[in-house]
């Protein structure tokens, strides 16, 4: 598969290119082979300033007639115009999606489809609002009438992750644009470049200026002064739980809204009845998908003792079959983790579960035929018990680490056993037993007999330390609104409550 060239972009402001105030561009590192293979501008808190009141401008303008308080269908028009484009880009698109995050070309193309579905999504979402202003509310006095309206909440951060980025992106941009708020996107320093050409595809389509500004850049530099701005209405963010903390206590000062999706540790509980190999299919899916860098990845396998011994070879079998190669090469599977940092970090916690007494039954190692890249053996870890790091923490990177259970009560308890709450599995032919644990799980996503498929039309989102706030889905518009109550008094008669001058 040919590779093509990365495009030389600067940040997306006001409807125009422009440098950043210090210079400074940010290396552009291809996580398969260790080069550097260009670079993006590297934004500081001057730009920060540029870009809100950029959007703050748009938001406003001519009385927000031009955006804000235009009607849905007006929105919908743009998103419309914007996945029609993302489309006819798709194979472009998703090469440079594979070249700067390492997934393999395949799924970036499945990437460039959800993007598109999402902005189509939304901008059916868009018109559907505009049925939705000024609905009455029932009163118990004939007096009065009361309706509301959603109105677009202001300026918005939008500050999105590394292992999705066009998508993490979409999911917030999207809704937000829809809602008639208009937005700053800071996407991860690590992997920037879809971002930066979503920007080029709204200049593309006459998007109006300042309504989706993207500045790339480091989260000190950048990132920490926009979830601090004055100026900005509301944070949306997607990444670790520690980064988390930091905008959730930079909003606070400011009694800023946020909305949160952070780290996971999902488990997947496999049953005694299952399809060894379907099971087996899925439990490697839903870890190793995204090259094992996914929030929501289920990566504790609670596996019934039973069927343990059997199950666990199967995986084994399944592992070595996984085509692990350059992310543009014809039927990869598995890329390369996204850099030299999460490479070191996922081995040290592989070489940590072995000196606390874990077994690697299945890779834990550099693929020998990949010289150069970033790239680590799928592994599957067993012997873990419950106080080991690789149990506890999110590994982010192609690691499963698996333990037995005898009865569903001790499956129920080593799922929920975890700070996080994002996501569980569950496999099982007996669908009532999984309708139990489906309601037993304390997570905001469950799957049944499958992992990781995911639905722009199904909300996102979970609970514990792995956020809050839901995204996706018809409420996830409601993230970017704020409600309006309306209530008139319709009678001619006077109020009453003081005795009127008049009548002394």
């Known amino acids: 598969m040919v590779s093509i060239p990365i495009p030389s972009r600067q940040l997306f402001i006001d409807g125009e290119w422009r440098e950043s105030v210090n210079g400074k561009r940010i290396p552009i590192i291809n996580p398969a082979t260790e080069e550097s293979i260009g670079d993006i501008p590297a934004a500081s808190a001057e730009d920060v300033d ?49 070249l700067d995050s390492g997934k393999p070309l395949e799924e970036a193309a499945w990437d460039m489809d959800d993007v598109a579905g999402c902005f189509e999504y939304y901008a059916d979402i868009a018109e559907a609002l505009d049925s939705k202003q000024k609905s009455p509310i029932s009163l118990p006095m004939e007096t009065f009438t009361c309706h509301t309206y959603k ?66 850049g480091y989260g000190p530099e950048a990132g920490a002064p926009l979830a601090s701005h004055p100026h900005v209405d509301k944070i949306a963010f997607t990444g670790s739980s520690a980064t988390g903390t930091k905008i959730m206590t930079a909003a606070a000062q400011l009694v ?24 087996a299919e899925w439990s490697l899916f839903g870890c190793f998908w995204t090259n094992g860098q996914i929030c929501s990845a289920t990566s504790r396998l609670i596996v019934h003792e039973s069927i343990a011994e059997a199950f666990l070879e199967k995986l084994v079998k399944w592992c070595e079959n996984i085509k692990i190669s350059e992310p543009l090469e014809d039927g990869c599977r598995l890329g390369p983790v996204i850099s030299d940092g999460q490479y070191e970090k996922v081995m040290k916690f592989i070489s940590t579960a072995k000196e606390e007494g874990a077994t690697i039954l299945s890779g834990g ?32 990177g192609p690691v499963l680490c698996v333990k037995t259970f005898s009865t569903e009560e001790e499956a129920i308890e080593l799922a929920n056993d975890t700070h996080y709450g994002l996501a569980a599995a569950v496999l099982s032919r007996d669908l009532e037993r999984c309708e139990r644990m489906t309601k037993a799980f304390q997570v905001g996503i ?59």
């Open 446 to 504: 469950v799957w049944v007999n499958c992992s990781q498929p995911c639905f722009t039309q199904a909300p996102w989102g979970g609970k514990k330390r792995s956020g809050f706030g839901r995204e996706l889905g018809e409420g996830g518009i409601d993230n970017y609104l704020s409600v309006k109550q309306v209530t008139q008094y319709i009678s001619s008669d006077p109020w009453g409550w003081y005795t009127s001058p008049s009548k002394l």
């Open 50 to 98: 540029i870009a809100v009141e950029a959007a703050r401008k748009a938001f406003f303008r001519n009385g927000g007639k031009d955006w804000s308080s235009a009607t849905g269908a007006h929105r919908a028009k743009y998103l419309r115009a914007i996945a029609a484009k993302i489309t006819e880009r798709k194979p472009e698109l998703a090469k440079l999606e594979s």
């Open 365 to 396: 190692a550099r693929p020998q035929h990949l010289k150069k890249g970033y790239f680590v053996k799928p592994t599957i870890i067993s012997n873990v018990k419950t106080s080991m790091q690789i149990w506890r923490e999110e590994v982010f």
């Open 256 to 279: 800023k809204p946020v909305t949160l999706e952070l780290g996971g540790k999902s488990p997947i509980v496999v049953f005694e009845d299952v399809d060894l190999d379907l099971a």
């Open 151 to 216: 109105e677009p909440i202001g300026v918005v951060g939008l500050i999105t992750p590394w292992n999705y980025p066009l998508l993490m992106a979409t999911w917030k941009v999207a809704p937000a644009l829809a809602a008639g708020c208009t937005a700053v996107l800071k996407p991860s320093e690590i992997a920037s470049v879809t971002c930066l050409e979503l920007a080029d595809v709204c200049k593309e389509v006459g998007l109006p200026p300042g309504v989706l500004n993207v500045l790339t």
